[in-house]
């Protein structure tokens, strides 16, 4: 079993639509929590961080942390084609494994016209 | 620089040759990281720095891989003896100090075929 578990979809959704993407994870030292978008043949770049349980918002993107059910999700609100892109929920336990990421395996998020 | 620069961006070798990827950090950043993404593997953690040390690279597939980084930028990743299962987009990251805190700013990548 994957420490990080993320259904790769796809998923394809109207414009305007609200998406959720969510993981769940089994390591219970994991404290930070992060969420990162990666376009086709690019890089992933990180599109949310929060630390331990609670809800952070930035703009259409609202992501949330449930560590009692280690549950990871992230919210999209007004979706647009530009959000077309593969997102990894990633997970860090901080201390001395602050060094390296634990990743969901991606899911492909399609926003048609 | 203004991101992370990896060169080549695509690779392919022969099964059996050497292989060294590079790495170029944004400047200023003292950690850096190697992932490996493959087809139905996601991204796997293969080694980080924090300086020129290398306090992780429990990653590390196989004794064929190694890695450095000299004056605290450059890192080259070398992969020794290339197999098919090699395979895969090779990525950077870098980041001011502490992952879990801020986050990695990742580069495109450089995408490895053996054949």
């Known amino acids: 079993q994957k420490e990080v578990e993320q259904d790769p979809g796809p998923l394809s959704v109207p414009e305007g639509a609200i998406v959720s993407l969510n993981c769940t994870y089994s390591?219970?030292?994991?404290?930070?929590f992060m969420w990162y978008r990666q376009y086709s043949r690019k890089g992933p770049e990180l599109l949310m961080y929060?630390?331990?349980?609670g809800n952070k918002e930035d703009g259409r993107f609202t992501a949330q942390v449930d560590k009692s059910s280690k549950y990871i999700s992230l919210f999209i609100r007004d979706s647009q084609p530009s959000d077309s892109a593969t997102y990894l929920c990633a997970s860090n336990a901080g201390g001395t494994s602050y060094g390296k990421l634990t990743f969901g395996q991606g899911t492909i998020l399609t926003v048609h016209p | 620089g203004a991101g992370v620069s990896q060169s080549p961006s695509n690779k392919v070798t022969e099964k059996g040759k050497d292989v060294e990827l590079r790495c170029d950090p944004i400047?200023?950043?003292?950690?850096l990281y190697w992932y490996r993404q493959s087809l139905g593997q996601g991204l796997e953690f293969l080694i980080y720095f924090q300086g020129n040390s290398a306090p992780d690279k429990s990653g590390l597939p196989s004794d064929r891989f190694s890695a450095e980084r000299t004056g605290g930028s450059v890192s080259t990743l070398t992969i020794q003896r290339t197999q098919q299962e090699d395979s895969a987009v090779y990525l950077c990251?870098?980041?001011?100090?502490?992952?879990?805190?801020?986050?990695?700013?990742f580069g495109s990548g450089t995408r490895l075929t053996v054949v």
């Open positions: 990251a870098s980041s001011l100090i502490r992952t879990g805190e801020y986050g990695y700013t």
């Open positions: 929060t630390y331990s349980s």
């Open positions: 400047s200023g950043h003292t950690a």
């Open positions: 390591n219970s030292a994991f404290q930070y």
